[in-house]
């Protein structure tokens, strides 16, 4: 970390502070506008909601089968889970009852995709657009950027703005110019001039509906959720997948009541062999039959037209030789007929050929199955039900969390004393921006807070104190090495920041997986637990770090006070540059270890044996001496 960013961390934090008062601001903009509320939305176990009781029945008499109620169930799943209500409850009752429990106060339309029963069309393709509006101006705008970037050399600045302005186009512009058929500059709602006495007949179109189809962007969530269609008018349909084409369809021609199967397999050529490839089988009934018969010879007829005048004039004969087959105002698919099929097909049988993996073509049969399915439904009640746990329980589980959080803070002042400073304003910033997170998800995708997600929410907590605690041990493990706090925070940041980031990533990954493989209220278990680990990271990089860098400013930690948790008793520190020069003896005297204490003795034992030794040698010179002295001083006298 460079020296600007060691001493500036401050403008860091104040960032993390900014941007928490700007999402609280939208928040409260937000719940001031009625789009919103501050608190986050709650799941049918703690708020309660609405409860719808359907009972299927069929329009032909027959025996409704388990399997027609559980691709029901399916159906309206995921008619729910497209209209944004989360946390919703769909469940069997009794057999064949399906009771549907949707949280809070759902609008009407959420009901009404739930009352609705599902509507299969086989309809005839009039117009197939294979780009919106939106796409091809923006690749008419990109191409002449680019053109007047390879001409701006040889013009003025002013010119080439001019240029760019002048070739810009919007989509409004796009799509009137492909919806003006008779090219007078206006968009009438007034219906085309009639090419046939059928359902493909442009007669059935207006511009105004040309307009809207090039204008609807089909890959936007919000015109994949489906609706209900008149089935006696022209509609514009988007593809399920999402494709950025969209369809002009005419009025239905075939029911899904009329399909009597469809299965899943692979093809079988006219010769009776098998080959890889998957199709999907069709077999209508009678009045299904008959009319896919006029249905077929009519496309029949446009294909032949349109081959033979490849290469003339543009024709639409081609986008009529096409039918869709619709469900909930999706078209599922939209095919032709191969060259093989030269007439109509009276039979009933059809085969749909494509480049089908195992898996699509059992999901288109599924889904036409479904369509085929002469199932309505009733509504045998509706009514408001209370939760099915309440607040108490919302209240038992925010107490245990705010149990945990006081034990924790309790622990962290034991065993770090001042540095609890730095643990506490994390845990404290990092609550204040997951409840942040999941009111804006609860705005944003209508996301709802289960029990199940408070528990995730209440174990983040020791996921955020654990990420602290290897943190600030590093910080000691480096100071025990005789760095400077400075550089032992900077020093453990790095060592620390390597291993908490693997084991978010791990506790991630738990989640992600948990949530793909698990239902209910196990899944707002894992989304909480999710949310709440990458808001862990963000918080100890963005504000942890930057934050103890900044309290080493004041003398209380930068000394090394004993309340301040950076004390040379605590850290085992010993350099001068560490805790000052005043405590330099007293970390000297602590952090010496047990082997260098003993090598110390040794050395002091061995210097005073030499010490004793060199006083012995000089006495017993001093001796010798004294005695030659006294000889002599003998023989003189004798």
Same mark, same amino acid.
């Given at each position: 970390m460079s020296r600007k960013q060691r001493r500036r961390p401050g403008r860091r934090l104040l960032m993390v502070v900014l941007v928490i008062a700007v999402g609280f601001a939208v928040l409260a903009v937000g719940t001031m506008r009625g789009w919103t509320s501050m608190t986050p939305g709650l799941a049918l176990d703690l708020e309660g909601g609405t409860q719808i009781i359907?009972?299927?029945?069929?329009?032909?008499?027959?025996?409704?089968?388990?399997?027609?109620?559980?691709?029901?169930?399916?159906?309206?799943?995921?008619? =729910?889970?497209?209209?944004?209500?989360?946390?919703?409850?769909?469940?069997?009752?009794?057999?064949?009852?399906?009771? =549907?429990?949707?949280?809070?106060?759902?609008?009407?339309?959420?009901?009404?995709?739930?009352?609705?029963?599902? =509507?299969?069309?086989?309809?005839?393709?009039?117009?197939?657009?294979?780009?919106?509006?939106?796409?091809?101006?923006?690749?008419?705008?990109q191409q002449a950027t680019a053109s007047d970037g390879a001409t701006a050399g040889a013009e003025t600045d002013a010119t080439a703005g001019d240029e760019e302005a002048a070739t810009t186009v919007t989509p409004e512009e796009i799509a009137t110019s492909y919806a003006d058929v008779d090219g007078d500059g206006m968009i009438s709602s007034d219906p085309l001039p009639e090419t046939s006495q059928d359902a493909s007949s442009d007669s059935w179109i207006s511009e105004q509906l040309l307009y809207e189809a090039y204008m609807?962007?089909?890959?936007?969530?919000?015109?994949?959720?489906?609706?209900?269609?008149?089935?006696?008018?022209? =509609?514009?349909?988007?593809?399920?997948?999402?494709?950025?084409?969209?369809?002009?369809?005419?009025?239905?021609?075939?029911?899904?009541?009329?399909?009597?199967?469809?299965?899943?397999?692979?093809?079988?050529?006219?010769?009776?062999?098998?080959?890889?490839?998957?199709?999907?089988?069709?077999?209508?009934?009678?009045?299904?039959?008959?009319?896919?018969?006029?249905?077929?010879?009519?496309?029949?007829?446009?294909?032949?037209?349109?081959?033979?005048?490849?290469?003339?004039?543009?024709?639409?004969?081609?986008?009529?030789?096409?039918?869709?087959?619709?469900?909930?105002?999706?078209?599922?698919?939209?095919?032709?007929?191969?060259?093989?099929?030269?007439?109509?097909?009276?039979?009933?049988?059809?085969?749909?050929?494509?480049?089908?993996?195992?898996?699509?073509?059992?999901?288109?049969?599924?889904?036409?199955?479904?369509g085929s399915l002469p199932l309505s439904f009733t509504v045998q009640s509706e009514q408001q039900v209370s939760a099915t746990l309440g607040t108490e329980q919302l209240r038992n589980g925010l107490i245990a969390g705010l149990i945990g959080f006081v034990l924790i803070i309790i622990y962290l002042a034991w065993q770090y004393r001042g540095l609890m400073v730095v643990a506490v304003s994390s845990l404290l910033v990092a609550a204040a921006v997951t409840y942040l997170v999941i009111a804006l998800l609860s705005w944003g995708m209508g996301y709802r807070l289960s029990l199940a997600g408070v528990a995730g929410l209440i174990i983040a907590i020791g996921v955020t104190v654990d990420s602290f605690i290897i943190y600030f041990e590093r910080v000691r493990d480096e100071a025990r090495q005789g760095r400077t706090l400075s550089t032992a925070v900077d020093e453990g940041w790095k060592h620390a920041r390597r291993t908490i980031v693997i084991s978010d990533t791990v506790n991630i990954l738990a989640a992600v997986v948990l949530y793909f493989l698990a239902v209910g209220g196990v899944q707002g278990f894992a989304f909480t637990l999710g949310v709440t680990t990458v808001v862990d990271l963000a918080v100890i990089i963005l504000f942890t770090h930057p934050l103890m860098e900044w309290l080493l400013r004041f003398r209380f930690f930068n000394e090394g006070h004993r309340l301040s948790g950076l004390d040379p008793e605590r850290l085992g520190g010993s350099a001068v540059s560490t805790y000052g020069r005043g405590r330099e003896a007293l970390a000297q005297g602590v952090t010496m270890s047990l082997a260098r204490r003993k090598a110390e003795a040794r050395s002091t034992a061995h210097r005073a044996v030499a010490d004793n030794a060199g006083a012995d040698t000089d006495d017993e010179a001093d001796g010798e001496a004294h005695d030659a002295l006294a000889g002599t001083k003998d023989g003189e006298a004798k």
């Open positions: 359907l009972t299927p029945t069929t329009t032909d008499g027959s025996q409704v089968t388990d399997s027609d109620v559980d691709q029901a169930i399916d159906v309206i799943r995921q008619r =729910v889970d497209a209209s944004g209500v989360s946390e919703a409850q769909i469940s069997r009752q009794g057999g064949q009852n399906i009771v =549907v429990s949707l949280p809070g106060e759902p609008d009407e339309q959420a009901l009404e995709l739930v009352r609705t029963s599902a =509507v299969m069309y086989f309809r005839p393709v009039i117009r197939a657009i294979q780009y919106n509006a939106h796409l091809m101006a923006q690749a008419q705008n609807t962007d089909c890959t936007q969530a919000d015109n994949l959720t489906g609706d209900t269609q008149d089935p006696s008018v022209a =509609v514009v349909s988007c593809s399920r997948d999402g494709s950025p084409g969209a369809y002009v369809l005419g009025p239905a021609e075939i029911a899904g009541t009329e399909l009597s199967n469809a299965v899943s397999g692979l093809e079988t050529t006219s010769q009776g062999s098998t080959t890889s490839n998957w199709v999907v089988s069709l077999e209508f009934n009678s009045e299904g039959t008959q009319a896919f018969a006029d249905l077929s010879g009519r496309l029949v007829g446009y294909r032949d037209t349109a081959s033979a005048s490849a290469g003339a004039s543009p024709s639409t004969d081609a986008e009529k030789a096409q039918f869709a087959i619709v469900l909930d105002g999706l078209t599922i698919m939209a095919s032709g007929f191969n060259e093989e099929v030269t007439s109509a097909i009276t039979d009933g049988r059809v085969q749909i050929t494509g480049d089908f993996t195992q898996d699509e073509a059992a999901t288109l049969a599924n889904q036409l199955s479904f």
